[in-house]
């Protein structure tokens, strides 16, 4: 302790100073805790993705609602709120629009700077400070602390202003204060899981991640599908560029992240140019614009990568049968001549029997080509700039799971027996169940992604793969991938994947409180907060289980989802008042919101009330915090007792 404080000592170096600090930090302490704002399973949506930051999760129109209602029209009030979701383009409109600009400018820069006060009243006025836009923070700083009726002090706010829009910085200045707004908004952001696939602009919400001030990523199955195609591993990459071609999205791989697709396509396009590949056909809504050319291209460069993913996947399985994945070895399990396959004993005829890649004695066997194509891939995917960026912050931010504020966050599930117990799954030779599962992935998919290239690394990048979609992973929580019954096969009952025992006692608060206890959470104030299955909202399923100990907040972000869930997703705020969940309609797009003033519109799902309001010092932080007093007051009588000299200079 002594050679602590004497370190302390050098930061704080007398009894003024650390006095002055600890003053500083029990007052810090007493301030409302921040919001917090939970999203999961946003799968590229990246325009609602946006839009929800944008606007606080409504927090910024409530706000606006609090001070305004009273005074301004609902059309008025609107208008505030997207000028403040989209400054940028909201200006051009209204230049546009306006006849007396500059009276318009004087009107809005008043209500920015109320707004302004009314969320970061909850901050110090150091942090709102560090938080504003460089170039302006001096005179938003000034705006918002001046005091009293004095008259000299109103002349002096309406030159501040009046300056402003003289010397033509009124755009830019509105600009660097609705970012300001938007920033107090949100303290902290949890993204709880599946950033990637099925919508296009996952690369475009990945760099928006990268710019948020304060944020944790739970990995989703996704997410770690993307992680291990950047280490190179084949299964992960064949998966992506699948699912990328399934939903109609290669313009992120090749615009995203400038990985070629072009030899894929040309091979595809060759070896089945008399197949039209019906099974294949992408799944967008928006097909109709292509021409019917496009759309079998698309389906051939699909069924090439397929039969592609299920050779190097056979491969994997092979060469780690401690995977337990024997089941989905089934190109070996086709009979050509008969056009079958045989699955657990029972033969089932196949929709398509167009294999002209498979060699029958050596099925899982790229061919020269193939392999040709997959080195490209692997190539394109290991050396991609702007993926690796992304993997590096992916890592930098992620866990497999989070403790954060008396909630336990993470994606998939907690593998488990049917009669509630943790089940032990076997990962590099340790054989872990709960808390030490998730830990001892989280270290592995580190050792895959940053380890030196050895064979021991070579296992930890081939777990990647079944990190995404093995019978026992934590972030896949399903028994089995059915792609290749999805595509090849009629009945529906091959399709089905059957869920982890844990998405059926979840129901149970016995269950939750003992994951709880497992991850060391409180009992009593602790959440469970869960993504990656969607919530039937339509057919009454509620997010809501355990009597509130579990929350379920993926609804459908990704309008893949959206007809099974009948909403779009799930919003969580976590205030100094408590919990709110909150369900969202489909979000119709940017271009609308700003228009027409268009905001996402919500209805409350669960309000979990605090008894007395939160502060700082019921946070993560606050505890920190008292730590952190709890040294300087020791710091503060070793230099009261003389065993530390204070320097006074």
């Known amino acids: 302790m002594d050679k602590y404080l004497k370190l302390l000592s050098k930061t704080y170096k007398n009894i003024q100073e650390v006095s002055e600090e600890i003053i500083n930090l029990q007052a810090i302490l007493n301030l409302p805790k921040g919001t917090e704002l939970f999203l999961s399973d946003i799968h590229g949506e990246y325009e609602a993705f946006i839009h929800i930051l944008n606007n606080g999760s409504g927090i910024i129109k409530s706000k606006i609602e609090d001070i305004y209602e009273k005074t301004l029209d609902e059309e008025s009030r609107k208008d505030l709120a997207t000028l403040i979701y989209y400054p940028e383009e909201k200006l051009n409109m209204i230049k546009k629009e306006k006849s007396n600009l500059n009276e318009w400018y004087k009107i809005t820069l008043y209500r920015l700077i109320e707004v302004t006060k009314a969320v970061s009243s909850k901050y110090t006025r150091s942090k709102v400070r560090k938080a504003m836009p460089k170039g302006f923070d001096y005179i938003i700083d000034e705006l918002l602390h001046l005091q009293g009726e004095d008259a000299n002090k109103e002349k002096y706010y309406k030159q501040i202003v009046e300056s402003i829009i003289d010397l033509n910085r009124a755009d830019n200045f509105i600009v660097a204060i609705s970012e300001l707004i938007k920033r107090m908004a949100i303290d902290h952001l949890h993204i709880v899981g599946d950033i990637y696939d099925r919508g296009p602009g996952a690369p475009i919400i990945m760099d928006k991640l990268m710019d948020f001030h304060s944020l944790d990523i739970e990995w989703g199955n996704h997410d770690i599908l993307w992680m291990g195609a950047a280490t190179g591993n084949e299964a992960c990459i064949s998966n992506v560029v699948r699912i990328c071609s399934r939903y109609d999205n290669l313009a992120t791989l090749e615009e995203g992240y400038g990985i070629n697709i072009r030899p894929l396509s040309i091979f595809a396009t060759e070896m089945y140019k008399d197949d039209e590949c019906k099974a294949f056909l992408p799944r967008n809504k928006e097909m109709s614009k292509y021409s019917n050319t496009d759309k079998i291209v698309l389906s051939k460069i699909q069924k090439a990568i397929s039969v592609i993913q299920f050779k190097v996947e056979g491969q994997l399985i092979k060469k780690h049968p401690e995977y337990k994945m024997k089941d989905r070895l089934l190109l070996d399990k086709i009979d050509f001549e008969k056009g079958v396959v045989k699955i657990d004993g029972k033969e089932y005829k196949l929709n398509d029997i167009n294999f002209p890649t498979i060699d029958i004695k050596n099925p899982y066997k790229l061919t020269k080509e193939e392999k040709e194509i997959m080195e490209r891939l692997k190539n394109s995917f290991m050396h991609s700039e702007k993926l690796n960026a992304h993997v590096n912050f992916l890592y930098?931010?992620?866990?497999?799971?989070?403790?954060?504020?008396?909630?336990?966050?993470?994606?998939?599930?907690?593998?488990?027996?049917?009669?509630?117990?943790?089940?032990?799954?076997?990962?590099?030779?340790?054989?872990?169940?709960?808390?030490?599962?998730?830990?001892?992935?989280?270290?592995?998919?580190?050792?895959?992604?940053?380890?030196?290239?050895?064979?021991?690394?070579?296992?930890?990048?081939?777990?990647?793969?079944?990190?995404?979609?093995?019978?026992?992973?934590?972030?896949?929580?399903?028994?089995?991938?059915?792609?290749?019954?999805?595509?090849?096969?009629?009945?529906?009952?091959?399709?089905?994947?059957?869920?982890?025992?844990?998405?059926?006692?979840?129901?149970?608060?016995?269950?939750?409180?003992?994951?709880?206890?497992?991850?060391?959470?409180?009992?009593?104030?602790?959440?469970?907060?869960?993504?990656?299955?969607?919530?039937?909202?339509?057919?009454?399923?509620?997010?809501?289980?355990?009597?509130?100990?579990?929350?379920?907040?993926?609804?459908?972000?990704?309008?893949?989802?959206?007809p099974t869930t009948g909403i779009a997703g799930y919003t969580l705020t976590y205030n100094s008042h408590g919990l709110v969940l909150a369900m969202n309609e489909p979000f119709e797009s940017k271009a609308k919101a700003i228009k027409e003033g268009l905001d996402i519109r919500t209805q409350t799902v669960l309000k979990e009330d605090v008894v007395s309001r939160k502060s700082v010092a019921d946070t993560d932080i606050g505890k920190k915090l008292q730590e952190e007093i709890s040294d300087l007051k020791q710091l503060l009588i070793a230099y009261r007792e003389g065993v530390l000299k204070e320097n006074l200079q």
């Not at 169940?433 to 270290?443: F, M």
């Not at 296992?459 to 972030?475: R, T």
């Not at 025992?501 to 959440?527: A, M, R």
């Open 396 to 562: 930098s931010k992620g866990h497999v799971y989070k403790k954060f504020n008396s909630n336990i966050l993470f994606h998939g599930c907690i593998p488990m027996k049917e009669n509630g117990e943790f089940d032990k799954v076997e990962i590099l030779g340790k054989s872990l169940k709960g808390k030490e599962l998730l830990d001892h992935i989280e270290n592995v998919a580190h050792k895959a992604y940053f380890g030196e290239p050895n064979e021991a690394n070579q296992e930890a990048i081939d777990l990647m793969w079944y990190f995404w979609c093995g019978p026992k992973s934590p972030l896949f929580g399903k028994d089995k991938a059915a792609t290749f019954e999805r595509y090849f096969l009629d009945e529906k009952e091959l399709h089905k994947e059957h869920k982890n025992p844990y998405y059926s006692l979840i129901n149970s608060e016995e269950i939750c409180d003992k994951i709880l206890e497992n991850f060391e959470t409180s009992i009593e104030e602790g959440h469970i907060i869960n993504g990656h299955v969607p919530v039937k909202a339509k057919d009454g399923e509620s997010p809501v289980k355990a009597g509130g100990k579990m929350i379920v907040i993926d609804g459908g972000f990704a309008k893949a989802y959206q």
